[in-house]
């Protein structure tokens, strides 16, 4: 079985500081992994994902994420914090081959502050 | 990626009566759709798993004769809440199994029933 750990429900940040997210799976075979993003009553907007090419991810507005195997991590950083960032970000384990069902973490909430 | 649109993005119904929501893949052939459900402040709940042109699988828990799915076309899943009751409200969102794996989300649909 996968899952996957997000510690704490709420990260505040100043307007251009560093953004760190944190994520952790657990899963039996190698995994893909995603970082989405919701925006209030929207539906969730894909921002990078692992599928076990370069460990280091580059995705969209800036955010990038870094797979590291030995510490079952997958932290999603920005070097600096937008306002628009502020949102609800979600990560997610799908197990390659298994017809893509995803386990989700519980998402944490950014709010960036001016 | 795939482009997915949700209709309607809210509705509001009595208790008792059915609602239909719908899924569309817009550019995209998608064999495989998902359902999922969202209370607020939570995180996704997968409810099934659509499949075009065969049954849906029901994750445990689940009520499938509450909640009908039907994927009749490469681009169409619908949900219907059947007899929907005020504990049914909640926020759905659909997604398409899209390249590489990857899912791709919907803008979800608001349920209030009263």
């Known amino acids: 079985a996968q899952s996957v750990t997000q510690l704490g429900s709420h990260v505040s940040v100043s307007e251009g500081a560093l953004v760190l997210l944190r994520c952790n799976y657990s899963?039996?075979?190698?995994?893909?992994l995603f970082w989405y993003v919701q925006y209030p009553n929207q539906g969730l907007q894909l921002l990078l994902k692992y599928t076990s090419a370069a460990t280091l991810v580059k995705g969209i507005n800036g955010f990038e994420a870094e797979f590291k195997k030995s510490e079952t991590s997958f932290h999603l950083t920005k070097p600096s914090a937008h306002m628009s960032d502020a949102a609800e970000y979600f990560c997610?384990?799908?197990?390659?081959?298994?017809?893509?069902?995803?386990?989700f973490g519980k998402g944490i909430t950014l709010s960036v502050r001016p | 990626g795939a482009v997915v649109s949700q209709h309607p993005s809210w509705v509001i119904c009595k208790s008792g009566t059915s609602v239909k929501i719908e899924c569309r893949s817009l550019?995209?052939?998608?064999?495989?759709m998902f359902w999922y459900r969202q209370f607020p402040k939570q995180s996704l709940m997968l409810m099934a798993t659509?499949?075009?042109?065969?049954?849906?699988?029901?994750e445990q828990g689940v009520e499938k004769d509450k909640f009908l799915i039907n994927h009749a076309s490469l681009t169409l899943s619908t949900l219907t809440v059947t007899s929907a009751h005020p504990e049914d409200s909640s926020f759905y969102i659909c997604?398409?199994?899209?390249?590489?794996?990857?899912?791709?989300f919907g803008p979800g649909t608001r349920l209030l029933v009263l």
């Open positions: 659509s499949n075009e042109g065969s049954k849906a699988t029901y």
């Open positions: 997604s398409v199994d899209g390249d590489q794996e990857t899912q791709y």
């Open positions: 997610a384990v799908s197990d390659p081959g298994a017809n893509s069902k995803l386990t």
């Open positions: 899963s039996s075979v190698p995994p893909y």
């Open positions: 550019d995209f052939q998608a064999t495989t």
